[in-house]
């Protein structure tokens, strides 16, 4: 949905669009790339924190959902 939303108008942009649409399409394009994985993660070691009162070390296991 959210992706269809962003993904859609950004590929329809001609690559000689104003440099402002160039960089909202980047944007629009790592905003997709996140939201693939990286909020799922993010809100993980959120979590922990609020239960360890720490964030994550690379040893650390993330509460799984």
């Not at 962003?6 to 394009?29: D, F, Q």
């Not at 909020?39 to 070390?57: C, I, K, M, S």
């Amino acid at each position: 949905m959210v992706a269809a939303h962003i993904g859609e108008p950004i590929g329809t942009w001609p690559a000689e669009s104003h440099e402002s649409t160039l960089e909202t399409a980047a944007g629009g394009r790592d905003f997709l790339a996140y939201s693939a994985g990286g909020p799922d993660t993010d809100l993980r070691a959120y979590v922990f924190r609020l239960e360890q009162g720490r964030y994550p070390g690379a040893g650390d296991r993330l509460p799984e959902w």
